[in-house]
């Protein structure tokens, strides 16, 4: 199955994303970008992919004691960015080393766990709200409004693995596009959680 690691806000701080998104797509050049949907919204710690059945056990394992050791933290969503013309996101702010060693830590346990990862990106905090067709619209006007978004402050409290179902052509809609399979409570304490 499709996996990735993942931290996914409270609904509320979705909800205030949401709002922004909305004027968003009344933008012209909105049509322009296929935007992503809202029940799946999350920010990924560390990609997997294809994993097989068999590595399960083990990659559940080292993710609980990844969350094991490290403390909640705050986070809000903040502004936005994007990745060339493919990617339009919202961008976080708060205790961003924190928010980093968890995605670091979880990519070391899926590795561990025999996970064959991508090669180590600079990690770039991100939650996608909108994807380039094509040549692509212009973004600017979409980086515009969402550079002043500030949203409400929330405490980060657990880790999450993500199922990610790509959709089937002809069966759009028949299965959720992602599912927490497992998540995992972070309850590190200062002081030991290095
Ligand atoms: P689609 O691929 O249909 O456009 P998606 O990218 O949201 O949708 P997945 O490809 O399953 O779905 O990716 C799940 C999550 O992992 C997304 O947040 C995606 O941005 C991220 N992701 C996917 N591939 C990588 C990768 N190679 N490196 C880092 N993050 C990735
Ligand atoms: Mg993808």
Redesign the pocket.
């Known amino acids: 199955m499709?996996l990735?690691a993942?931290v996914v806000p409270p609904p509320e701080c979705l909800d205030e994303l949401g709002r922004v998104v909305d004027r968003l797509h009344r933008l012209p050049g909105a049509d322009g970008l296929?935007w992503?949907s809202r029940p799946?919204w999350?920010?990924?710690l560390?990609?997997m992919?294809e994993v097989g059945e068999e590595l399960l056990p083990e990659l559940r394992a080292r993710l609980g004691r990844a969350a094991h050791r490290t403390s909640a933290f705050p986070l809000r969503l903040h502004g936005g960015g994007h990745f060339g013309r493919r990617?339009l996101w919202a961008g976080v702010a708060g205790d961003l080393d924190t928010l980093r060693l968890l995605a670091e830590r979880s990519d070391a346990a899926a590795r561990r766990a025999g996970v064959a990862m991508?090669e180590h990106?600079r990690y770039q905090a991100?939650l996608?709200v909108g994807?380039g067709r094509g040549e692509g619209a212009p973004l600017q006007p979409f980086l515009d409004e969402l550079g002043g978004f500030e949203g409400t402050r929330w405490q980060v409290t657990e880790l999450a693995l993500?199922r990610?179902n790509?959709?089937v052509s002809g069966v759009r809609g028949e299965q959720p596009?992602?599912e927490t399979v497992d998540a995992w409570p972070l309850e590190g304490r200062e002081g030991h959680s290095g």
Do not use: E, M, N, Q
Request: hydrophobic share 35%; net charge positive.
């Open positions: 499709r990735f993942a296929r992503t799946g999350h920010l990924t560390a990609f992919g990617a991508d990106r991100h996608t994807r993500v990610s790509l959709p596009r992602y």
